[in-house]
């Protein structure tokens, strides 16, 4: 394989506080560093998606759009890049084919370069609009299989999976592993595999959770991969990504050297130290440890932080072995899914349910009946057929493509939310998610009638 400079995607706007922090940074923590972030010469900065969505509504109190509308004239350099979750949106259902449809046209709008488009099920049904949608926009589509293991999870499948992605016109192929399963030697021979099929950017992704992320990184840079996603080093390792600055000194004077500034990214490197002080009450100490044994549950590392969190405002942190160890069983009872948003959130609440009650599937979730309807795509392997009809009963899982029983969203949405929606980009906030978006606008009304209240006295 011939040598190249190899290019990095910064993390610690998006998926490295997703991992550490349970996604809390605001963005008054991101924009005082945006310039230095933007004189870097990143690939790409990933600052939207994911989990970001939500969280700064339900909790932070933030507009997500003014959020990538900030960011991105703060930085007018470097390409933004988000995170989709195919029809998931950045949701964790699936939304109909004109609420895809617009987010997309309007994310772009507002600053979006590169679109990760991935589907949990690895179920390129459910990306199918998202990425035509992408392609419309004239942005990069960036198409993600979503790697992971078990006996359905082949070499050869991922390779099949990505050539298919190549024909639905993907501009570079990300290989997403959330969990941080893919081992050096697997991740080298994945890499080299797809690089004699495929004459696109390969894009590696991984996270620190097992400590494998930063040599399968050295042995992909040599099967050929073209760009690989890190972490600041104060917002990096544990369920994050590997260190910016490490990476960057691994390669520095051989054929890959990145050609990034060592002092820039100090610099960068101390604002984070900072930024991460701030949010200890969501930094967990398990987050920032090495768990080899997650190559047995594969929980990815945004799940991995937000379980622990949950267990802990139960009270039930010493749970969280039994957990996991139910996370593998109930994995494979549905067919082995992926973990990652939305199926890991399933997986991961059905085996907490089991583990809390004391009696697997006495009670069972909305989303494990809609998972095991087929409502979230196609699994990989089969369904137990016990736990099929303990959760169905006599009932037919759906054989089309889920979205096409949806009805379209915009207009209704658009009529429900009436005037607390300022703009388009509110309106297809409440469309993805209405309590939380109708919220959030009520309580801004309320904000601003109290500040023209103040400035008027």
Known sequence: ????KIELTETVLRDAHQSLLA??????DMLPIAEKLDQVGF??????????????????????????????????????QMLLRGQNVVGYHNYPDDVVERFVEKAAENGIDVFRVFDAMNDVRNMKTAIEAVKRSGKILEAALCYTISPVHTVDYFVRLGERLVEMGTDVLCVKDMAGLLSPYVGCE???RLKERIRLPIHLHSHCTTGMAPMTYIMAVEAGVDIIDTAISPMSQGTSQPATEATVVALRGTPYDTGLSLRLLGEIAEHFRTVRAKYADFDSPVSSQIHADIMESQIPGGMFSNLVSQLRQQKAEDKLEAVLNEVQAVR?????????????????SQATVNVMTGKRYS???????NYVMGLYGQPPGPVSEEVRQKVLGKKEPISCRPADLLKPGMEQARKEI?????????????ALFPEIAKEFFLWRSQKQVTSQSADAV
């Open 43 to 80: 690939w790409s900065v990933e600052m939207w998606g994911g989990a970001t969505f939500d969280t700064t509504l339900r909790y932070l109190k933030e507009c997500p759009w003014e959020r990538l509308r900030l960011i991105r004239r703060a930085m007018p350099k470097t390409r933004m």
């Open 418 to 430: 009436g005037s607390l929606a300022g703009d388009e980009e509110d309106v297809l906030s409440y």
């Open 1 to 4: 394989m011939t040598a190249k």
């Open 332 to 348: 494979k009872d549905l067919g082995y899914p992926p973990l990652v948003t939305p199926t890991s959130q399933i997986v991961g």
């Open 190 to 192: 994945l890499i080299r």
């Open 363 to 369: 009670v069972v979730t909305t989303e494990t009946r």
């Open 23 to 28: 996604t809390r940074m605001r963005t008054e």
